[in-house]
């Protein structure tokens, strides 16, 4: 009697100690935990270094070139040239008199030209160049906003990925266990074929689910390798992310789609500003001189002329080409202030959405913590009933595959969560400034 009761013991504490092992996998090893704000900081150095925002960056670099050279337009330009016309006929009667129009040598002419007025072309270009600058820092920052929500998840991602595919191993482990312990009953005589099937049922399940999270493991990883090196591969637990404080913004910055489209609109008034001066006048400063026989002359001293005065050129008739263009430009101008309406609107629908979605999931992943933490209340149960009159084998091995996808649908609205909070900040233009406050850049 002695030796049964030890052996019973003995059967009942090795299966507590398995369900120890499984359910050690489950608690996360603070000393090895790194936070949100740890994550938020690798991923903006990751993302600064993304080819998506370089390229951005020398989008910037280009406009802030051109804007400099717009405004370099208003002042004076010098031109050199050397001529060397061959006079083919020519019928004049004072021949000395024009002596230097006949010459055939090489002359060298310096000419200097300063606008005075330009028909407000300078000015429409340097307005034109000034709302590409400020297009390209908001899609500059844009891209960089969006690079660093991608790399948050990719990071996130893998590592509850990486956890996962640890758990589903010894679920699958456990699982084939309970179904050679199923067999052994069923050729024992002591369960019957029905049983026995779902079991092998079950446990397909369980297979079929680890090959689905080992290949959503392998392209998680792809991903991560995507923004990070392999040297940053983390060995951590996954990051708690509910109760994380994101700050809260006014957020009556503009979005920057809708700052993009602002930024058309003001280049739509420079084109419009264009065509319309066009139509005016020009008028420009000109010096320039002639030096004579630069190949070599008879003449002892340098011979050259010097001349100055006002240019002015006005194309007065293009048979309504100017007009058309100033139509087509009006057009324009319409178009993008139609387009600012319509992406304010879409920003405020898209901001309802996010803080409906965040509501929302902050909802259900308490349920489902709930959930997961009852089914591990559960399981830990029917490990200790695992005896010969309660054996539980099929009803343990489907709370194990309930586990695996509760936590799998854990892993994915945490993530969301994040991301989803992220974008709120992204669509007032605050995130950058929301990673700025937490003080978590290196």
């Known amino acids: 009697m002695l030796m049964k009761n030890l052996t019973k013991y003995s059967f009942l504490f090795f299966k507590f100690s398995l369900v120890l092992i499984f359910f050690s996998s489950v608690e996360a090893n603070a000393s090895e935990d790194i936070t949100l704000d740890d994550i938020l900081g690798l991923a903006y150095n990751a993302s600064i270094e993304e080819p998506f925002v370089i390229s951005s960056k020398a989008y910037v670099k280009s406009a802030e070139a051109d804007l400099s050279a717009s405004k370099r337009q208003r002042l004076p330009v010098f031109t050199a040239s050397i001529k060397n016309a061959l006079t083919i006929d020519r019928q004049i009667s004072d021949r000395n008199a024009l002596r230097k129009f006949e010459d055939e040598g090489l002359d060298l002419q310096v000419q200097m030209v300063q606008p005075i007025f330009t028909g407000l072309s300078i000015r429409a270009d340097i307005d034109r160049s000034e709302s590409n600058l400020r297009g ?10 969006q690079t660093i929500i991608e790399s948050t998840s990719a990071y996130m991602m893998y590592v509850r990925d990486v956890k996962l595919r640890e758990d589903v191993n010894v679920a699958l482990k456990r699982s084939s266990e309970l179904l050679e312990l199923v067999k052994k009953r069923y050729n024992a005589g002591l369960t019957d074929l029905s049983l026995f099937a779902q079991m092998r049922i079950k446990y397909s399940e369980m297979q079929l689910l680890t090959n689905t999270i080992e290949s959503k493991f392998t392209n998680s990883r792809a991903v991560f390798l995507r923004f990070f ?125 996010l803080l409906s979605l965040i509501s929302s ?82």
């Open 136 to 145: 390209s820092i908001v899609e500059s920052n844009k891209r960089l906003g």
């Open 361 to 442: 999931l902050n909802k259900q992943l308490k349920e489902q913590y709930d959930v997961l933490e009852d089914i591990n209340r559960q399981i830990m149960l029917m490990e200790t009933q695992l005896t010969a009159s309660k054996f539980l084998g099929i009803s343990l091995a489907d709370l194990f595959y309930q586990k695996i996808n509760v936590q799998s649908s854990i892993n994915t609205m945490e993530i969301d969560y994040v991301t989803a909070n992220l974008q709120l900040k992204l669509l007032s233009a605050n995130l950058i400034s929301f990673i700025a406050q937490k003080d978590i850049i290196n």
């Open 229 to 353: 090196s392999e040297d940053l591969l983390p060995t951590h637990y996954p990051t708690k992310v509910i109760g994380y404080d994101f700050l809260d913004f006014l957020g009556s910055n503009q979005s920057y789609d809708l700052a993009l489209a602002r930024a058309n609109l003001d280049t739509a008034e420079a084109e419009l500003l264009l065509s319309r001066g066009n139509r005016l006048p020009s008028i420009a400063l000109t010096v320039s001189g002639t030096l004579y026989d630069v190949d070599g002359s008879d003449e002892e001293e340098d011979e050259y002329d010097i001349k100055g005065g006002l240019q002015a050129s006005w194309k007065f008739l293009d048979f309504g080409a100017s007009r058309k263009k100033v139509q087509a430009s009006q057009s324009k101008v319409r178009a993008a202030k139609y387009n600012i309406n319509y992406q304010t609107r879409i920003d405020e629908v898209e901001r309802l959405r």
